[in-house]
Nanobody, 117 residues
Framework: QVQLVESGGGSVQPGGSLRLSCAAS????????MGWYRQAPGKQRELVAT???????NYANSVQGRFTISRENAKKTVYLQMNNLKPDDTAVYYC???????????WGQGTQVTVSS
């Protein structure tokens, strides 16, 4: 079955950086748009960034210029490089895989990112 396993979360001070990784298995990776979403306490889950198999990217306005999403199709892995982190970036970050050829949509278990001084 499809599995998405995130890693790389943690605690960092404002202005710091973190890199999240999401390793996928049980799927044809190139058939999926990969994305990162986040959910802060008391808030709805929101889009952070997506990347197609061809490398086209999309970002939320709040992270544009600070976060970079990328993927390695050969390794079935998607990354989120997060720079200049702010306290408002504190959330559980979820990896997402959305199929382009059918309605399948998968989520990872989430990884906590905490930005605090």
């Amino acid at each position: 079955q499809v599995q998405l396993v995130e890693s790389g979360g943690g605690s960092v001070q404002p202005g710091g950086s973190l890199r999240l990784s999401c390793a996928a298995s049980g799927m044809i990776f190139s058939f999926y748009i990969m994305g990162w979403y986040r959910q802060a306490p008391g808030k709805q889950r929101e889009l952070v960034a997506t990347v197609t198999s061809g490398g086209d990217t999309n970002y939320a306005n709040s992270v544009q210029g600070r976060f970079t999403i990328s993927r390695e199709n050969a390794k079935k892995t998607v990354y989120l490089q997060m720079n200049n982190l702010k306290p408002d970036d504190t959330a559980v970050y979820y990896c997402n895989a959305k199929a382009t050829r059918n309605p399948n949509n998968y989520w990872g278990q989430g990884t906590q990112v905490t930005v605090s001084s």
